[in-house]
């Protein structure tokens, strides 16, 4: 079935640093992807999304690529921020499910 | 996007009691879904709720342990019934956007049972 495979955790960065959390997918179909953002104690916001082969989705400096040859979607930042200390989920949607990574939590330390 | 809001936003409760988490949207929208987030794992979604009918349950999810209620389009309640520590989750209310492959969540009600 579909479904997606997210990089384990937790990942400690030093401020400044590349950050690099891997996400591939299985699906039948033809799936938009997203990456959502958990920050302690709040509720999954929509971080990016890209909706077929080839799209970048790109939003706060972070990018994912949509990989088809892959099926990968991984996200990236070229310079991560003590604010950006959170959970970050990959997700896919196929016909009328979404599918939800595990969840990679993030700490980024000064 | 639509602003969504939950309450209560966290509840400690004792064993055996019954909470009840109402989920207010802002505009209008047809369906709306329930997921459960338990410590440190994904999102599970509980059911979907439309308008005017019952609600669509999951496998391994049951409506006498989580009764819904869907009385218009803009409101719902998701009650966790004779709680156990099981149950101690963050239980997320959720809606699609308008491109129907987004998915919008709000900020979660924080379930602990003791």
């Known amino acids: 079935g579909d479904s997606v495979t997210q990089m384990e955790g937790p990942v400690t960065l030093s401020e400044e640093a590349f950050l690099t959390i891997n996400c591939t997918y299985t699906?039948?179909?033809?799936?938009?992807l997203f990456w959502y953002v958990q920050y302690p104690g709040e509720g999954l916001q929509l971080l990016l999304k890209a909706t077929k082969a080839d799209d970048k989705g790109s939003n706060k400096g972070f990018e994912a690529t949509y990989r088809k040859e892959t099926t990968s979607f991984h996200l990236e930042k070229g310079s991560v921020q003590v604010s950006d200390s959170a959970v970050y989920f990959c997700?896919?949607?196929?016909?009328?499910?979404?599918?939800f990574g595990t969840g990679t939590s993030l700490t980024v330390i000064p | 996007s639509a602003v969504i809001s939950q309450k209560p936003s966290r509840d400690i409760c004792q064993r055996g009691t019954s909470l009840t988490i109402q989920c207010q949207v802002d505009?209008?929208?047809?369906?709306m879904f329930w997921y459960r987030q338990q410590p440190g794992q994904s999102l599970t979604l509980i059911a979907t709720?439309?308008?005017?009918?019952?609600?669509?349950?999951e496998s391994g999810f049951v409506i006498d342990k989580f009764p819904i209620s869907r009385p218009n389009l803009t409101f719902s309640t998701l009650t966790v019934s004779n709680m156990s520590p099981e149950d101690s989750s963050i239980y997320l209310c959720s809606i699609r956007g308008s491109s129907s492959y987004e998915q919008y969540f709000g900020p979660g009600t924080r379930l602990t049972v003791t």
């Open positions: 997700a896919l949607i196929t016909g009328n499910q979404f599918y």
């Open positions: 505009s209008q929208v047809t369906m």
């Open positions: 699906a039948t179909g033809y799936p938009s």
């Open positions: 709720a439309n308008q005017g009918s019952e609600a669509t349950y």
